[in-house]
């Protein structure tokens, strides 16, 4: 039995493997139809209208972005490829192909009314010796994608690259983390690393957060290894600092809930838990009476 387990095993990485290798080949994305297109139920509140073929698994939510006067739908896939849809008739207005895979959600910006958004998209390769991750940052227009630029990072990355605007200096920056622990901070224009912590306790999968009180910016990084590793960054102009940093013994994946008056963490245990934002203090606990697997914010 056990080696009819590792042969079926071992067969399915076979098949896993030529799948990947395929999807390298550019073609592949020339091979897809842009849509395929359902007739509306009018006696159904919920029907199908299009749908759009990806090279393998969606796990990152599509985004709808204002560009140029017009909405397009970006979504993307397991196998890199990156579409840009119009979201009436579904028709695929071009495709785009980057290394390894996307997972986590993607982020935007439109700097100073400009007519073209900026897309910033976290991947990960899982190929041998590789293991590593990168945020791509693509100027999109209606037809196309150029590539500005991209920074390693070190770990595979499966949240959302956080974009915010920091009142000194009234500049864009990316709030980023890694499943080695890394955490980065960046110029979110260039691309420029200007501060990086290394292993604040772990894997990262939960989405970062950022708020801002009192006129200070903070970062709020959560773990998702056995000790559920909670940290706060002071972020400056052009680098940051730990403020704060609690165990809370628990796996968290998911995003913090936040304001200036609370931090709200939820863990795998079922256990929702409230922080102060300036010190990290405990106001108070709840623990359900049955483990719910937290995994998600709403």
């Not at 002071?234 to 931090?263: G, K, V």
Request: glycine share 6%; charged share 20%.
């Amino acid at each position: 039995m056990r080696s009819q387990n590792l042969e079926a095993q071992t067969c399915r990485q076979k098949k896993k493997k030529a799948r990947i290798e395929k999807f390298d080949d550019e073609r592949e994305l020339k091979s897809l139809p842009d849509a395929t297109i359902f007739v509306k139920d009018i006696s159904s509140a919920l029907s199908k209208v299009w749908k759009v073929p990806l090279l393998m698994c969606v796990d990152s939510p599509p985004v709808i972005i204002d560009c140029i006067s017009k909405k397009i739908v970006i979504a993307t896939s397991q196998g890199g490829d990156l579409a840009c849809i119009e979201p009436i008739s579904g028709n695929a207005l071009f495709r785009f192909k980057l290394p390894g895979k996307i997972e986590g959600e993607l982020s935007y910006i439109v700097i100073n009314n400009q007519d073209e958004p900026i897309l910033f998209c976290p991947t990960y390769e899982t190929r041998r010796n590789k293991n590593r991750g990168c945020i791509y940052a693509l100027k999109l227009s209606t037809s196309n994608a150029v590539p500005m630029w991209k920074y390693e990072t070190n770990g595979e990355v499966k949240n959302k690259p956080i974009i915010f605007v920091h009142p000194k200096g009234n500049c864009y920056r990316i709030l980023t983390a890694c499943y080695s622990g890394f955490v980065s901070y960046l110029d979110a224009v260039t691309g420029e690393l200007l501060d990086r912590q290394d292993n604040i306790g772990g894997a990262i999968h939960a989405d970062p957060a950022v708020l801002t009180m009192d006129g200070c910016v903070k970062g709020i990084i959560a773990s998702c290894t056995w000790k559920g590793s909670v940290t706060c960054f002071n972020l400056h102009r052009n680098n940051m600092e730990i403020a704060w940093s609690i165990d809370l013994w628990t796996s968290i994946y998911a995003a913090p809930l936040y304001s200036n008056i609370c931090i709200i963490i939820c863990g795998v245990d079922g256990s929702i838990c409230s922080f102060l934002p300036k010190n990290g203090s405990k106001q108070w606990k709840i623990e359900t009476k049955k483990p719910s697997n937290i995994h998600t914010m709403l």
